[in-house]
């Protein structure tokens, strides 16, 4: 049978921040705590990134349904954690919004649990605390997991993300930004902490 399996992090290309939970994790339909952030990105970096989910996904969904009949196998369908972006009208902007989650807290399969803290800097690679509000200019730090949905038939990836790198942060609604304290001074925070493509320096979905 097919088991979910870790993959190698990367970076996404930069986007527009849609509705980001990723200062404090979103407790509304799951009490533990979910992170989460939509990223719009247009142009080749969009269409490549699509391209290589979209390829993982149809491999996973392949390798679910191998030992199948072939009815069984017509019951199941793609899922890919993505979309093509549509104006009010029904056509295409032209830009792809990608959906990427992280639980907040992680059942490792020694029975402990693991609490996740998103990764956050700057466009210097520095720790931030700063709240990323909707329309931020960022990239995600994130890796592909194959996910297989049996109750609805589905099968493909997930994009897990432990880090989020902002080069101008927007002002609108936050969807789980901080807004800032009055009087309130940082810390001075200089940790380099982005991490490269292999996950250095970020907290890791974990073995779940």
């Given at each position: 049978m097919a088991q979910p399996t870790k993959r190698q992090y990367q970076f996404s290309p930069f986007g527009e921040a849609i509705h980001p939970w990723v200062n404090k994790p979103d407790t509304k339909f799951n009490d533990d705590?979910?992170?989460?952030?939509?990223?719009?990105?247009?142009?080749?970096?969009?269409?490549?990134?699509?391209?290589?989910?979209?390829?993982?996904?149809?491999?996973?969904?392949?390798?679910?349904?191998?030992?199948?009949?072939?009815?069984?196998?017509?019951?199941?369908?793609?899922?890919?954690p993505f979309k093509e972006e549509e104006d009010d009208n029904g056509n295409p902007t032209g830009a792809i919004?990608?959906?990427f989650k992280q639980n907040?807290?992680?059942?490792?399969?020694?029975?402990?649990?693991?609490?996740v803290k998103m990764n956050l800097v700057d466009g210097n690679g520095v720790a931030s605390s700063k709240?990323?509000?909707g329309d931020s200019t960022v990239r995600t730090q994130f890796a592909l997991r194959d996910i297989k949905m049996t109750s609805g038939k589905q099968a493909g990836v997930r994009l897990?993300?432990?880090?989020?790198?902002?080069?101008?942060?927007?002002?609108?609604?936050?969807?789980?930004?901080?807004?800032?304290?009055?009087?309130?001074?940082?810390?001075?925070?200089?940790?380099?902490?982005f991490g490269n493509a292999s996950g250095g320096g970020a907290t890791p979905s974990g073995d779940y």
């Open positions: 705590g979910v992170y989460k952030m939509g990223l719009r990105v247009s142009g080749d970096d969009a269409i490549k990134l699509a391209a290589e989910i979209r390829a993982a996904s149809e491999a996973y969904l392949e390798e679910v349904t191998a030992e199948m009949t072939p009815g069984e196998r017509k019951k199941w369908t793609l899922y890919v919004v990608f959906d907040a807290k992680i059942k490792l399969k020694s029975g402990g649990i693991k609490e709240a990323i509000f897990d993300f432990c880090g989020v790198q902002w080069t101008k942060l927007g002002t609108g609604s936050a969807g789980g930004g901080f807004g800032k304290v009055e009087g309130f001074e940082g810390p001075g925070e200089d940790t380099p902490s």
